[in-house]
């Protein structure tokens, strides 16, 4: 079995490309919910239904983001009626946020609703929230301005500097139901390309997960999210200036040293390879960009082999 | 100024006609929310909702509920994921919801919010919660099941038999922002023709409001929903036989003659004008079914003229 550590978009081509090469079955993915919001009344879980619906094939690869074939019926009326229309959400996401909001009123765990979607959209892939106590990333910016994890990433599109990231909760967390078994009996643990700061960072936040990783350290594997300094997408290279250990492979080596044994970097960065070596983890340089099929599966493979 | 006790499409289509001879401004609806659901997470206020529409002029006049042009996309797809689908949310109506619960999480009070969307529609009559504080009717059967009321009306089709109504929280209530005020200062007080045992009865539950409108008995006009002992839509003529005082104009006042002096009824009932009489109320012998712009202005017209 594999463990991998997810965020968003880049953890889910991550489990993508790993399911070609193990079966799904055999793919827990532990999913950042330092993002999840409460809007409108619903709880609305981003990287959990990002990873759901790129491995149900229902992601948009025209726009990137959100669902195929999506229509904007209620979110066309409510910015009619002057509500809040800031963070989008299409009728056939809506229907996902209902029927967990629902489901969570009458007494049922995030990781069974979770189980449940992904059954329905016929994924074989595990995912497990990191934990199902609450949890909140939030942003303290150079104006020493509080902002919530939505309004720093929607509202304010990440262009607002930042002097500290706060993982509200995390030190009364504990790991959801499967985590813990996950990360002690993986062959290997692989944290995604995903952001260290604000997706990686607040599952390793629970102390107990934090624990178990670095029980596994020699077996677990950590791919770099940069290419050539920067980030492929979102405010990762910009967080790692503000607050993280910079944004640069030796960065990334110094974010994870003491979890994982290995980071995997892009070619364009094989420079940094001395440095991550000198900041206590081996190096592998590799393509990194998912942006086929086919790279998706080479950097698995790598990511499988080392 | 004219005060008038609404359920739903009844209340609906006696504000409209009353419109038309009353400036807008000078009419206020005190609306029944003991139907008031939460489902999904999101607060669902039906009787709000229908008269809102309807002096809107977005009432689906072919299905005879729900809104004009409505789709159904996020529906579809709840029902697609096994939710909770019992309870059809248009996706249009949906971003009403979405509107309401998210302002009330933000602290706004429903009054306010009910405020907001009439503006929105374009609409100047002024709709009053009967309450803000929580009330929820509720049914015992006859099997000593308790139903709450979407389950009784929607799940149920009210064809099940009850031994009870009761209408929670009543007595703890206080009457929602306005509504004393337009009770003690309307020339007239109509209650529409709604069920009295469902829509209005959950609005006379709370005491404040009970005893404003037994002061103003004398300029209390009621309308009764039967039509040759049935009820036009809905269960008020099987619960005034199961849980009231029979479903008969005679039953009606009954029901009404503490807090009303007059009782308008059908043509066809107008056998039972001297029963009504009998109990202690003026009765009055007119068109009551308003399934025409000129039927429902005729009977408006008769309502203010007593």
Redesign the interface.
């Known amino acids: 079995m594999i463990a991998v550590l997810c965020g968003g978009v880049g953890a889910a081509r991550m489990l993508r490309a790993l399911s070609r090469l193990v079966p799904a079955e055999e793919l827990v993915g532990v999913v950042n919910v330092g993002d999840d919001l409460?809007?409108?009344?619903?709880?609305i879980c981003p990287d959990l239904d990002t990873i759901t619906y790129t491995l149900a094939g229902l992601d948009n690869t025209e726009t990137g983001w959100g669902l195929t074939g999506e229509?904007w019926?209620?979110?066309?009326?409510?910015r009619?009626?002057?509500?809040?229309a800031w963070f989008g959400l299409g009728?056939?996401d809506?229907?996902?946020?209902?029927?967990r909001?629902?489901?969570?009123?009458q007494g049922d765990r995030l990781s069974e609703i979770t189980a449940?979607?992904l059954h329905?959209h016929g994924v074989a892939t595990t995912l497990l929230p990191a934990t199902e106590d609450p949890l909140a990333t939030t942003f303290e910016t150079a104006d020493h301005e509080t902002l919530s994890f939505q309004e720093y990433f929607v509202r304010h599109h990440h262009a607002v500097a930042i002097r500290a990231v706060r993982i509200e909760g995390a030190q009364e967390a504990t790991p959801g139901p499967g985590v813990l078994e996950a990360l002690a009996t993986a062959e290997r643990i692989i944290i995604s390309p995903s952001n260290p700061i604000i997706s990686i960072a607040p599952i390793l936040a629970v102390p107990e997960i934090r624990e178990a990783v670095v029980n596994r350290r020699s077996d677990t594997v950590a791919v770099s999210p940069l290419v050539g300094g920067r980030a492929l997408k979102g405010p990762a290279d910009r967080l790692l200036e503000e607050v993280g250990h910079g944004a640069t492979a030796e960065g990334i080596a110094r974010t994870y040293r003491e979890i994982a044994s290995t980071l995997v970097i892009d070619q364009v960065d094989a420079e940094w390879a001395p440095a991550v070596e000198a900041a206590g983890m081996a190096c592998v340089v590799t393509g990194t960009v998912m942006d086929t099929p086919e790279r998706s599966l080479r950097l698995a493979e790598v990511v499988l082999g080392v």
Chains 1, 2 share one sequence.
């Open positions: 409460t809007l409108h009344g619903l709880r229509t019926r209620v979110m066309e009326e409510l009619a009626l002057g509500g809040e009728d056939r809506l229907a996902t946020h209902l029927y909001t629902q489901r969570l009123i449940s979607l329905h």
